[in-house]
């Protein structure tokens, strides 16, 4: 399953980039890209998975940038 979804208070391109990387790292994430500029993510993961996988995933971003919030 691909969805994008909006992200909120992301303040630098760094932090972006080391969440992507954190992101692709977890099992059942086929690809994950974070669109610094346009404030936006797009994941492709695991249907089965999907909504215990994006739990994980606001966990990583808020371990990299507490203040950054993904729209579920």
Do not use: R, S, W, Y
């Not at 977890?26 to 404030?39: E, I, R, S, Y």
């Amino acid at each position: 399953m691909k969805k994008v979804f909006m992200v909120e208070d992301l303040d630098c391109a760094h932090c972006a980039a080391k969440m992507e990387d954190a992101i692709n790292k977890l099992p059942g994430v086929n690809k994950a890209t974070m669109n610094f500029l346009a404030q936006k993510l797009t994941i492709d993961a695991d249907d089965a998975t999907f909504d215990a996988i994006m739990q994980e995933v606001v966990k990583v971003c808020k371990k990299v940038e507490p203040d950054c919030t993904i729209k579920l």
